[in-house]
């Protein structure tokens, strides 16, 4: 596909003051210091390694080397109190029916999915549902597929099928699919009967390795992405890596763009594998994706664990998502995949931390390198205006008291900043930069 140029060359002042390694969470009235946490600093709740898993900053080597494409799961927990629960990951696991099973409540299922995954991996799930369990039944709801789809009038559909069925409270939802079917069912799950259990089966790298975890749940408002919604976490999530085999190469490449962003703002060294790595990933090497998800997922664990309601540093996992949700709502759900808005936006991101001198140009340079390594945009569709940009982000959830916050890499790689404390004309500038009018 092609996206379209952008005649953007960046500007050079890197002023930035070698910084510790922490994120600054500022606004115009308040500067928070959070610290990110490094090893051996990682606190025991925070990643319990009683199971099958590496402490978050093993080595990329030792880590490969544990096979992570193996058929027993490698499990990362998301640790929140009596809401905590398992990131089982790894090949084959649909397989392994004890696995699911464990986490079902009540005798009855209501598997959500869609057009494209349900003939794909609706009956093995069915399987691993009730094998060895008849007591279980489990129903489906099929609904259309894309992110056009992920609002108010498709979400009816779960809520005619879960009244309509008589569901109870008892009743387990489990989201089968990627990230927008994940947002919907975990949203229906929790306002269903005032919430009912959820399981995540995510099926895309976007979901397996950012949007199944952490329980931000929602739909879109034709005014802007995501902005009705609930935070509710699922019992597990169960990321089968074979379910990438059928996951068309574009698609591959959106869920990269986060990947790439838990290296950009807390993981240098996550980054600095996946430099060498991407044609690994894009060749769908299985300990490669094993890898690069379980990475993510403990990256993104730690962070939610942290801060679950995102009153700060989980705003920080954001980044280049307000220029690309605007780019999402402004060219039209679905014209662009979440990741490429993302990728075109944390392209925009970066831009403006450079003109404010927060980073160094080197660190410019790496993110056009690795998203084109990636083959993701690396600036917004030519439709998207200056106008259209500050009209959808001046409605973004990161607007507190009429202050756009934003997310920006400051320092050494590896380190970012949630601030609405920024000089406004280094937006303009890139804005402008990136916008023919
Ligand atoms: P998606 O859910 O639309 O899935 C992408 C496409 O792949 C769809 O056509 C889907 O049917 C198809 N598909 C899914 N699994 C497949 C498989 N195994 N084989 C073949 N085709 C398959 O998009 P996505 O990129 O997974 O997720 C994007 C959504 O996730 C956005 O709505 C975004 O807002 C949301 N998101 C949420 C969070 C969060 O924290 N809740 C985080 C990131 C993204």
Redesign the pocket.
């Known amino acids: 596909m092609a996206y379209c140029a952008t005649s953007h060359t960046p500007h050079i002042s890197p002023k930035w003051s070698s910084s510790p390694r922490n994120a600054l969470i500022q606004s115009r009235n308040r500067f928070t210091v959070v610290p990110i946490r490094f090893p051996p600093n990682i606190p025991p709740n925070v990643l319990k390694f009683d199971r099958i898993r590496s402490p978050i900053r093993a080595s990329s080597a030792q880590l490969m080397e544990q096979n992570l494409g193996s058929r027993v799961p490698t499990i990362v927990d998301v640790d929140l109190g009596n809401r905590s629960y398992p990131i089982y990951i790894g090949s084959g696991l649909l397989d392994q029916p004890h696995l699911l099973q464990r986490h079902v409540h009540g005798k009855r299922v209501l598997v959500v999915t ?1 057009t ?2 349900a003939p ?2 609706l009956d093995k799930v069915v399987s691993a549902l009730t094998d060895g369990n008849s007591s279980v039944s489990v129903e489906s709801v099929i609904l259309p ?3 056009k789809y ?1 609002n108010m009038e498709t979400l009816m559909k779960v809520f005619d099928k879960a009244i309509e069925s008589r569901f109870d409270r008892r009743t387990t939802f489990v989201a089968l ?7 919907m069912c975990g949203f229906a799950a929790a306002a269903f009967l005032r919430g009912v259990n959820f399981i995540q089966i995510p ?2 790298v ?2 397996q390795v ?2 199944s975890v ?1 329980g ?2 929602g739909i879109n408002h034709p005014l802007g ?2 902005l009705i919604g609930a935070f509710y976490q699922p019992q597990c999530v169960l990321v089968d890596t074979d ?2 085999h ?3 190469d574009r ?1 591959l490449a ?2 990269i763009a ?1 990947v790439v962003k838990y290296g950009l703002i807390r993981d240098a060294e996550f980054f600095e594998w996946q430099e060498k790595n991407m044609n690994a990933l894009l060749a769908r090497d299985a300990n490669a994706l094993a890898y690069a998800i379980k990475r993510s997922c403990e990256n993104k664990a730690e962070v939610v664990s942290l801060d679950e309601k995102e009153s700060g540093l989980r705003a920080t996992l954001n980044l280049g998502h307000t220029f690309g949700h605007a780019i999402e709502a402004g060219f039209g759900y679905g014209q662009w ?3 490429e808005a993302v990728a075109a936006g944390t392209v925009m991101a970066v831009d403006m931390s450079h003109r404010l001198g927060w980073i160094d140009e080197s660190i410019v340079k790496r993110v056009y390198d690795i998203l084109l390594a990636a083959n993701l945009p690396i600036g917004p569709p030519e439709c998207m205006t200056v106008e259209m940009f500050k009209s959808y982000m001046a409605v973004d959830k990161k607007v507190a008291d009429g202050l756009l916050r934003l997310i920006l890499l400051k320092g050494p790689l590896g380190n970012c900043v949630f601030t609405g404390d920024y000089d406004r004309k280094a937006l303009d500038e890139t804005l402008h930069a990136f916008c023919k009018s």
């Open positions: 869609n494209t995954v794909l991996y597929d894309g992110e992920k699919g990627g990230g927008v079917i994940g947002d099926t895309t976007m979901a950012d949007s952490g931000k749940t992405k995501n379910t990438l059928t996951l068309p698609e959106s869920g986060e995949l979440h990741g």
